[in-house]
């Protein structure tokens, strides 16, 4: 049963979200999509059928509760709508921009069966920022303190969801970042046009305002083990995440203009290279690019070499564009702002000059087999077909492996054979007593709002764990699930 | 914390930092680096850690002025905080009783090389130093070397100061006078690094060298610091710093380390006008 009027509902257009033109945005590192106006979030809102039994919420990793307020947004009621999102997600703002909504809540929208599901995650977008900009400064209830105290590894998405949960049970949280500043791969890795660096901020800035302690140039593993957090705290979250870039290891990526996805946009987001008047990292001046890789990481690198000034980005995978990873809504951008796919293209060295810079990229065409472990049809080489581009710099983005330095330094902490650490996944728990783990650090390379499911999760079971009666049971149950490697 | 304790131009364009910074004093072993970044702006830059004192909760820091960022962090003065100081990154030195090693310092590379000496000394080997300067107002840290060393010589390419050449020349002599050694450690610019490991290599002196590439976060997130030993592509900042040099890739570690040579270059002329620092000269 539906709520009236959803006979004019069904098959209705969804309200577009405005974007920047092409041409006018690929001179800078502005955001692409708009936003909505307020009579745009209402009108979107409007579509909401209200279902009695909403399918949307099974979407969502972290039980937003996604009817409420899109009708919040729909009676114009703005920042209860924010309120409504923030009991249970620390991060609206971003989880608006870079979630994957199409294949999580929204295409659980019964809208979505004839015709365009609910833009769930465009309203949570306009919510989160018309609470900011309007100067909305409720916080979620803190209620009394527990006494209890809980260290955060790592503050990306998992950390600050997991931060943020347990800041809403009462306990004491301190947040650990190993980089000078807080967001993890929202601020080092997603760029500015994509996820503005200002609005992390105000998420980080949000939760310690409720409490939160935050310690940056911390590396845990390091300055202080997991051991001795245990030592200062009751419980230990670990998110991590997987930092470690993977290369190809073809001939000619050790040359002088190739870098990891990582590097590239660490410089460029968190670092601010492309701010060369005032910043001091700097990152080199290519006209030519090859971004090999199909992820949104790698869409995120090719829009980056762009926006540095590149004459031609081209964007090399493997597979077909069926198989990319990467998010419709990123290639398409992509394929607006000119970045030329060579889909069914694998690198098989890198050229260099006379000086050990790069002089070109030597690529094999593929044709696609049977699929693979992953579902996805096997790229196969096709002998005889090595042909080069002319490019001057190669940004390798085919994925990240798990940091190894608190699992090095943590010696009871199982980890599987892909590095990463065996943790529950119901619960977070890991095979160290009194330690949580969860994020891609446990799943290998996947999305921000598993990431912030994960830590929520934990949270959930830490509060319990704490609120148990001695002694407590430590009971996980070990799993071992791989990495994508190419998310 | 951070903040700078005590402050000394050690020779020109040469400053040693004493840094307050309990957790890293306790932790902090030979062999470790730390990033630092000077401003909001600045870049993030790995140090090698040139002391540590425990009880008193400070580290060493002995850097030289070669562009923007270490000429902005030579203009802090003491009582200043260093905005940021990130460590111990990297692996610490394999510290043993090897015998009779030999550690060999160019020009700067003798402040990451004297803690090593020290607790190489400490551990009950015997410690042939040698440290070489262009000229000898660039020798630095030779009275420390003295102190825990059971025999130092130094080279200077002018001959201004001990033995006029490279510290390639006091290694061969050492060879000549058929001394024994067991290990050596050899740090400083990578054209010497390169001729010691020529040198111990036909010797059959294992050596260890402690690189220095471009890194960002020194965590082994972004890569930027590969090197390539024995064929293999290595992360300095987490499987180094400190490799077998007899493999370490040389010609691959001396071009990334010019990657951005030419904006360096006038990043650090524009800053030279714009500081007076009449201590220093070139």
Sequence with gaps: MTAPNSEKKIGSPREPMSERPAAERVRDFAEVPVGYTPDQARAEASRCLLCKKPQCLAGCPVGIDIPGFVNSIAEGRFEEAADRILLVNALPAVCGRVCPQETQCEIKCVLGKKGEPLAIGNLERFAADWKREHGGRTLPPVPQPTGRRIAIVGSGPAGLTCAGELIGQGHAVTIFEALHKTGGVLVYGIPEFRLPKAIVQDEVDRLAARGAGVVTDTVIGKLETVDELLGQYDAVFIGVGAGAPMFLNIPGENLVGVYSANEYLTRTNLMRAYDREHADTPILQSSRVAVVGGGNVAMDSARTALRLGADVVYLLYRRSRAEMPARNAEIHHAEQEGIRFNFLTNPTRILGNDTGWVAGIECLRMKLGEPDESGRRRPLPIEGTEFVLDVDAAVIAIGNRPNPIVPQTTPDLQTTRWGTIVADEATGRTTKERVWSGGDIVTGAATVISAMGAGQAAARDIDAYLAAPEPRPWRPEPRESPGDGQA | ?282
């Design chain 2, 1 to 282: 914390m951070n903040e700078i304790l005590k402050k000394e131009v050690i020779a020109p364009d040469v400053v040693r930092l004493v840094v307050a910074h309990r957790k890293l004093a306790c932790k902090a072993q030979p062999g470790h680096f730390v990033i630092l970044r000077v401003s909001e702006d600045g870049e993030r830059f790995p140090l090698t850690i040139a002391d540590s004192n425990t009880p008193q909760g400070t580290i060493t820091l002995i850097f030289q002025v070669v562009g923007k960022s270490t000429a902005l962090l030579a203009e802090l003065a003491e009582g200043d905080t260093i905005l940021d100081v990130v460590g111990p990154l990297g692996r610490a030195t394999e510290i043993q009783r090897y015998g009779r090693v030999l550690c060999a310092g160019g020009g700067i590379g003798a402040a990451p090389l004297y803690p090593i000496a020290k607790a190489l000394k400490e551990a009950g080997n015997q410690v042939v130093a040698v440290i070489g300067a262009r000229s000898k107002n660039l020798v630095i840290l030779e009275s420390a070397f003295r102190a825990i060393a059971d025999e130092v010589r130094v080279a200077t390419d002018d001959g201004t100061y001990g033995r006029r050449g490279f510290v390639t020349d006091v290694i061969a002599d050492l060879f000549a006078e058929g001394r024994t050694l067991a290990r050596c450690w050899a740090i400083g610019p990578v054209p010497m690094m390169r001729a010691v490991c020529d040198l111990t290599r036909a010797a059959g002196l294992p050596t260890t060298v402690s690189l220095n590439p471009i890194m960002v976060d020194g965590t082994g997130m972004c890569g930027g610091c590969r090197v390539i030993v024995g064929g293999e592509v290595k992360f300095a900042c987490v499987d180094g710093p400190e490799f077998d040099g007899h493999q370490v890739d040389f010609d691959s570690l001396a071009r990334r380390l010019a990657t951005y040579h030419d904006s360096e270059q006038r990043d650090h002329e524009a800053c030279r006008i714009a500081l007076t620092r009449p201590e220093t000269k070139d």
